[in-house]
């Protein structure tokens, strides 16, 4: 037997289906999507005393905010804390704001 391998051409028929790949990329992404969780009161408090107690103490936390239908976690420090507008500045100049913080872990 011959043991020939064909290379990049047995992939060929496939690249057709390419737009449907993004397709069903798209519609996966989509069933991901999770309504924002609400919050109580304590639980708002709680996580802005750890933002306060994360940015005094220069430690590294993990934060899960909610965006775009997904939440998302990073693990930064925290440089700067807006109180006018509600919003958090992040090691990696990204920017939270308060509504958008799901939970935060040390």
């Known amino acids: 037997m011959n043991n020939f391998d064909r290379g990049i051409i047995k992939w060929q ?21 999770i309504t924002k969780p609400i919050l109580s009161e304590e639980e ?8 306060v107690e994360a940015y005094y103490s220069k430690e590294n936390i993990t934060i899960y905010y909610y965006k775009n239908g997904l939440i998302n976690s990073l693990k930064t420090k925290i440089t700067k ?18 509504k958008q913080i799901v939970a935060v872990k040390f």
């Open 13 to 33: 028929p496939f690249e057709s289906l390419e737009s449907s790949n993004q397709i069903i990329k798209s519609l996966i992404l989509e069933k991901r999507k």
């Open 44 to 51: 708002i408090t709680e996580i802005e005393d750890k933002i």
């Open 81 to 98: 804390i807006d109180h006018v507008y509600k919003m958090i500045y992040l090691n990696n100049n990204l920017r939270l704001f308060f």
